[in-house]
């Protein structure tokens, strides 16, 4: 395929995996978000960027049934769905790694990898006494872990609690991941990390791309956002101030609509 | 570390004892993380030594029906050890076990003697209790999102006051009952030592405890609980319907050991079983489940009630007060958590 067939085809198709349509979410009096429409693309990283308490985090929660929207629609794939739950976010395929790190620290990598959508032994053992399949998870996990390229994780049966926060990390990105049909969703995931650990999240984030799985990325880090987004929504004021692209803007510019101190 | 000793100087003294200092500090960080990824091991090595001594202060200890007397001294805490272990689990604590166990024993003997109730719908009635009493502290802590300790400490005084409004404070004598509330109490040699029918329900209950929190996605989802609410949430597991489905399984439990307390008793009281809520409690923190959730396993606590059972037995026949039996345990426990404590700070 050329470029310009795959140019067409992709105009052709450009019909949004995600959409949601003037979102509004109130906390009592607090205004969360104030009519947010945002479209995602097959194929793409859309980074949402903004200020401390422009609405990022909700808008992420709404779209992944962390949060249900006061009013507003989602749409995935073109069909309207209605989130009540994490869960029925997930059955659509989205997945999400979220800020605080939904891990259990307890329970070792494969566990987590797993957690909430256990694997049963087969026959009566899984029937009959439910018993979970916890060396099929955990070779899984290994092979989950080893096409994504996360070389850091060598044993999944050690506790989430000692590893370092990098591998922390990649277990939430991992599970997102190994289970994200339709979208991952990434709650600024290089906020705790050094800067090889970052990059290490980074490549991670391209891959999936590549692979064709579309990617919410929220960031406060800009030269993490320009290096891999395709898009950028900037969120104020729990408004979208604009879409724009590394192309169309700089950093400079995307930190004053940011602020408020342009418009796109 | 031979290499050090044969390779050490013998003339550099001084460096010799700051490094023997520094390897000093192996061993015992060694014997910790040993302890973090085993944890029944503390509790099983404490009943070790806790046997040898009794053993040695008082020669009846070891003697078989004495033996046989601490298991079924054991069987009713032991099996409230493991409803409060699936309760504090999930990062909860139930002061009410006591209470709804004897509720709903008060309610198997009066049903069958007074209301003349077939003895099986006697122990169904007994078990609807003890899930109706889960079933209302699960909901208070699901729905009213009440701290567990707060509604079981409602609970505990709501439950007893039943007890005793329903019983008039009767008890009910073992010799009216039908055989089957009081077979629990039957026991059957096995070699030299008499086992109640009690025990081997209780040790059944921690095999099948043991795995359903061990081998099934359900026990997996108890531990992801209680270890962080909001990330199991977060994972997609329904918690309030996993702490609920907790609260109703230890209502089941504790109404078995109803029935195993009116054989092992031979009756049912409305005053007994004030210090089992306690003993309970001690047994699962004893046996090294953590107060905050997501740590632990029934076997750390099945040790734990031994511990509590050896310790009190062996103590009195040692000819100590039984006061002496309250404050040792009373030290258990501050070690126990202190030693659970010092395990946690653990990190790789």
Redesign the interface.
């Known amino acids: 395929m050329t470029m310009t067939e795959f140019e067409a085809s992709h105009v052709a198709t450009r019909e949004p995996i995600l959409q949601a349509r003037n979102l509004v979410k109130t906390f009592g009096r607090v205004v969360g978000l104030d009519g947010v429409s945002l479209d995602l693309y097959p194929g793409e990283v859309l980074a949402i960027i903004g200020d401390n308490g422009a609405g990022k985090s909700t808008l992420i929660k709404c779209l992944t049934g962390?949060e249900v929207p006061d009013t507003g629609e989602l749409f995935v794939s073109g069909q309207q769905v209605h989130f009540k739950?994490?869960?029925d976010a997930?059955v659509h395929g989205i997945e999400?790694v979220?800020q605080?790190?939904?891990?259990?620290?307890?329970?070792d990598v494969a566990?987590?990898l797993f957690?909430?959508?256990?694997e049963?032994r087969a026959g009566l053992l899984g029937s009959v006494?439910?018993?979970?399949d916890?060396k099929g998870m955990r070779t899984k996990a290994k092979e989950e872990l080893t096409r994504l390229g996360i070389s850091t994780l060598q044993d999944v049966t050690v506790p989430v609690?000692?590893l370092s926060g990098g591998q922390r990390q990649a277990v939430a990105v991992a599970r997102a991941a190994a289970f994200g049909s339709k979208v991952v969703v990434l709650d600024e995931p290089t906020a705790a990390l050094g800067v090889r650990e970052s990059n290490q999240v980074l490549q991670l984030v391209r891959d999936l791309r590549d692979r064709g799985l579309p990617v919410i990325l929220i960031s406060h880090n800009m030269p993490h956002v320009f290096d891999v987004a395709d898009r950028i929504h900037i969120q104020r004021l729990g408004k979208c101030a604009a879409t724009i692209t590394p192309q169309s803007h700089t950093m400079t510019d995307a930190v004053a609509i940011m602020t408020g101190a342009a418009t796109a | 570390m031979t290499q050090q000793q044969t390779a050490g100087p013998p003339s550099a003294g001084q460096a010799d004892l700051a490094e023997e200092f520094l390897d000093r500090q192996t061993p015992l960080s060694r014997i910790r993380n040993i302890l973090h990824r085993y944890p029944a091991v503390s509790p099983a090595l404490v009943l070790l030594i806790a046997v040898v001594v009794f053993s040695l202060l008082n020669e009846r200890f070891l003697r078989v029906e004495n033996l046989s007397l601490i298991t079924q001294q054991v069987s009713v805490v032991g099996t409230l050890a493991i409803a409060q272990t699936l309760i504090i689990l999930t990062a909860g604590i139930d002061l009410s076990v006591g209470a709804v166990m004897i509720l709903s024993s008060m309610v198997m003997a009066q049903l069958a003697v007074n209301n003349g109730i077939p003895a099986p719908l006697a122990l169904l009635a007994g078990l609807v209790v003890g899930l109706a009493a889960g079933a209302l502290n699960g909901f208070l802590v699901t729905r009213f999102r009440l701290p567990p300790f707060i509604v079981t400490l409602g609970t505990l005084n709501i439950f007893i006051a039943l007890t005793l409004l329903y019983s008039n404070g009767a008890t009910v004598r073992g010799s009216a009952m039908p055989p089957l509330l009081t077979w629990t109490g039957t026991t059957f040699p096995v070699g030299p030592v008499r086992i109640s029918t009690g025990v081997v329900m209780m040790l059944l209950l921690y095999i099948a405890v043991a795995f359903i929190l061990g081998k099934t996605a359900w026990g997996r989802h108890v531990y992801a609980v209680g270890d962080d609410k909001e990330a199991a949430r977060l994972a997609g597991i329904p918690v309030n319907r996993v702490l609920m489905s907790v609260y109703l399984a230890a209502g089941a439990v504790l109404a078995v050991g109803a029935w195993i307390q009116i054989g092992r008793t031979n009756a049912a009281s409305p005053n007994g079983g004030v210090d089992l809520n306690l003993d309970s409690i001690t047994a699962v923190v004893i046996g090294g489940t953590s107060l905050f959730g997501g740590r632990g396993s029934v076997w750390g606590t099945l040790l734990g009630a031994l511990i509590v059972g050896v310790f009190r037995n062996g103590l009195s026949l040692a000819g100590l007060d039984v006061l002496y039996q309250t404050l040792a345990v009373g030290v258990l426990i501050i070690v126990a958590v202190s030693v659970d404590q010092w395990i946690r700070k653990v990190k790789s």
Request: no cysteine; net charge positive.
């Open positions: 962390a739950r994490p869960q997930r999400t979220y605080n790190l939904a891990v259990s620290p307890a329970l566990s987590n957690l909430g959508r256990e049963r006494f439910r018993m979970l916890t609690e000692n």
